[in-house]
């Protein structure tokens, strides 16, 4: 099975991960990162919302590629309203020329009200599956608007469209949504409404196996289709280096890296699947106390082996293919950037997995 082979573009590094802050933007620079990651071969580059907006990167993005999918990675939902996403959405594909790919997420309830300072009005699961359904309506409407296809639901309600807001048919109407999803519900959804699933990488291997892939499959079957329609993202944690000494310094990076994840109780079913609890309370406890630089020695070697891929660089496609063979459709890989540096070696990873 071969594999699409996506990338991140804009993603936190290990500094912003322990609380020391995060690179600034420039137009000029994106340009130039999507043009490079576009012809080192990747079939995607996604953008995540890390402290800045996921959608305008795309927009330059869009105009100085020309075949590789543009997507977030993911955007938060609850704080926008589904009309603000749609109509971004419909104008990045139409922008792109119809490789736009729409990656929702909904975040935790403190981090809305809090951060966000957004409304929490209900739980996050038959919110979200409200939300796909109230912007396939929207985006139905934009195609046809003498017929609109409106929407109402217990928590969002689309219910008037004049021709003055309606920004008009598109070349490319359908959007792909991919759903981010750790829990059994929203992994259901993304089986029963969207196109893909893109997988949190706080879930191991075998939460994977044993949670998500049941849940999209019994989604699936809800809406008539085959599981096999919907395209699973993994997005790896990687521990990757030139030799083993550099893989051992990479370990230690990626142990901060999970451990700001895994300190977040909405994601601790996965580390009460594996009887993790212990860590996970004083994980969140460390990060209530702001020691996020401290929270990476909690996270043992054995955990490691269950959430990422470790290996040399000239290991690493094999390693990938190994683990995600038969589960996954779609690799994001989020590479470190001494491997960046290295374009025909990412050409080659990247290549391998495709004809695999």
């Known amino acids: 099975m071969a594999f699409r082979v996506e990338t991140v573009m804009l993603g936190p590094d290990t500094e912003q991960y322990a609380g020391q802050g995060q690179a600034k933007l420039g137009v000029a620079a994106i340009a130039e990162s999507a043009r490079e990651l576009e012809e080192l071969g990747f079939d995607g580059i996604t953008v995540p919302e890390a402290g800045h907006d996921p959608f305008l990167p795309l927009a330059i993005a869009a105009e100085h590629t020309r075949h590789v999918t543009l997507g977030t990675n993911v955007a938060i939902a609850f704080p926008r309203s589904p009309m603000a996403t749609a109509q971004v959405a419909w104008d990045l594909q139409n922008l792109s020329g119809g490789r736009f790919r729409l990656g929702l997420g909904s975040q935790v309830k403190a981090h809305n009200e809090r951060r966000y300072a957004a409304p929490w009005t209900a739980a996050a699961g038959p919110r979200m599956r409200e939300y796909v359904l109230c912007l396939r309506a929207m985006w139905k409407t934009f195609q046809d608007g003498k017929s609109p296809t409106y929407f109402k639901g217990e928590h969002y309600q689309f219910t008037l469209m004049s021709p003055f807001f309606n920004p008009g048919p598109s070349e490319y109407p359908h959007i792909p949504i991919d759903l981010a999803a750790v829990n059994r519900y929203m992994a259901r959804t993304a089986g029963e409404l969207c196109d893909g699933l893109r997988l949190h990488p706080i879930s191991t291997f075998r939460h994977t196996r044993e ?5 999209i499959a019994e989604g699936a079957r809800r809406s008539g289709r085959s599981p096999s329609a919907i395209e699973l993202i ?15 310094v990479a370990k230690l990076a990626l142990k901060q890296r999970i451990a700001f994840y895994a300190s977040t109780p909405t994601y601790h079913s996965v580390l009460e699947l594996h009887g993790w609890m212990d860590v996970a309370e004083q994980l969140h406890r460390y990060s209530r106390e702001n020691k996020w630089a401290e929270m990476a020695n909690l996270v043992r070697d054995d955990m490691l082996e269950e959430w990422a891929v470790i290996a040399t660089y000239d290991r690493l496609a094999g390693a990938l293919v190994e683990r995600w063979r038969g589960v996954a459709g779609t690799l994001l890989l989020d590479l470190p950037p001494e491997l960046r540096k290295d374009e025909a070696r990412v050409r080659e990873i990247v290549q391998a997995l495709q004809r695999s």
Do not use: S
């Open 211 to 215: 949670v998500i892939l049941p849940a």
């Open 234 to 248: 993994a997005a790896p944690f990687l521990a990757i280096g030139e030799d083993e000494a550099a893989v051992e």
